[in-house]
């Protein structure tokens, strides 16, 4: 027997919609934080120092947080070929923004203390808020789209034609999905300031983090309450090959009904939103009582619960077509070949603890709270 088809194709294709959703959680838990605290940036901090301090919360770890980003970017490239030619390719604009929003992070922690000017300090500030809002939201703006269908077909070569447009996508819904997305990251944002400095800017990140918090429930329930509503669902209508070829155009997807059916057919699912939410009210109820460590924890479970809650209620779509259903993309067709995705998970099991032991080492060497004699006397400092 072959090594790999000891997994058979249908476990791997499985395995591997969880590690992607294991890497989107890892981006969002790292990175997101450091998206939240340049959002937040002008408004916690009204001086150069303290501002400093709040740059050097993130300013040694931002560089290995980004490497969940080139991981899952990896992943879709590798295990799923089809959602990375889709999703790259309709969304080329929005991700032409957020490359570019996210190029001006390192250039600003670089260049900001290059000269002794309040107006290039300031601009570089500005800069950094860009860097942090700007991927939020449009993050948060394509899973809206993610889950009302995206405009796109496949011929019979396989090939995307992408119909829509970048202002298509900024539609009503999918703007909420933005503001659920911005508010949860400056939420944790939030927390992690709270966590890794004093004073009054620790002071101001708290009560940022606590309003980001309800605004992070209160958005999740109407955009739940919508969907449920008001966004019809995609479903297979038959019976799925799980192990069969990679070819959406081999299924049948039903467009319509509600996406709450998920839950009727598999009900423990609903434990993601209720960690989505129970994980933001728990950071907002914590967050005064200076339980900083508890606090942080409540903004993960809400992060790993919402973005829990959009992959669970549409197993096995990934990627739904608005305008041929047929040609949406599921777990069961549109993945790598069965040995690929073998090679891939051995890659996996090899080097993924090796990268959490390292980011778990560097954490623990970076403990502790940022003061301002950290920012002042120090020449490592941002």
Do not use: C
């Not at 300090?121 to 889950?147: E, I, K, T, Y």
């Not at 918090?213 to 966004?231: D, H, I, Q, R």
């Not at 409540?298 to 549409?314: K, Q, R």
Request: charged share 10%; aromatic share 12%.
């Amino acid at each position: 027997m072959i090594l790999h088809e000891f997994l058979s194709f249908e476990i791997l294709r499985v395995i591997w919609w969880l590690l992607l959703g294991v890497l989107l959680i890892g981006f969002a838990l790292t990175d997101g934080f450091d998206l939240g605290v340049g959002t937040l940036l002008p408004f916690v901090a009204r001086t150069d120092v303290e501002r400093r301090i709040v740059i050097n919360t993130v300013g040694p770890v931002w560089e290995g947080n980004q490497v969940w980003f080139i991981l899952g970017g990896g992943a879709i490239f590798a295990a799923w070929p089809p959602l990375y030619a889709v999703s790259f390719s309709g969304f080329y604009i929005a991700m032409f923004l957020i490359l570019a929003a996210l190029i001006l992070r390192p250039v600003g922690f670089k260049y900001r203390s290059k000269r002794d000017s309040a107006a290039w300090r300031s601009a570089w500030d500005w800069a950094l808020f860009v860097g942090g809002f700007v991927p939020a939201l449009v993050f948060g703006v394509a899973m809206g789209n993610v889950l009302q269908g995206v405009p796109f077909r496949l011929n019979d070569d396989l090939m995307t034609v992408y119909d829509g447009g970048f202002f298509g996508l900024l539609n009503p819904f999918a703007l909420l999905a933005g503001v659920v997305s911005v508010a949860m990251l400056v939420m944790h944002g939030g927390n992690w300031l709270a966590l890794k400095s004093e004073g009054v800017v620790a002071e101001r990140a708290k009560r940022y983090a606590a309003t980001a918090a309800l605004v992070t429930v209160a958005g999740f329930v109407l955009a739940g309450v919508w969907l449920a509503l008001g966004v019809d669902a995609y479903a297979l209508a038959d019976p799925a090959a799980t192990g069969g070829p990679s070819n959406p155009l081999l299924s049948e997807i039903r467009h319509g009904g509600s996406w709450l059916a998920a839950y009727g057919a598999r009900p423990w699912i609903a434990v993601a939103p209720i960690l989505g939410i129970g994980g933001a009210l728990l950071a907002y109820r914590q967050v005064h009582r200076n339980r900083e460590v508890l606090t942080l924890m409540g903004s993960s479970l809400s992060i790993l619960g919402i973005i829990a809650t959009v992959g669970l209620t549409m197993f096995p779509v990934i990627l739904p077509s608005s305008i041929q259903p047929d040609a949406s993309l599921t777990v069961w067709d549109s993945s790598s070949s069965h040995l690929t995705l073998f090679v891939m998970l051995v890659s996996t099991v090899i080097f993924m603890p090796l990268i959490l032991l390292y980011t778990a080492w560097v954490y623990k060497v970076l403990w502790g709270k940022v003061t301002e004699d950290d920012v002042t006397d120090s020449d490592h400092a941002y």
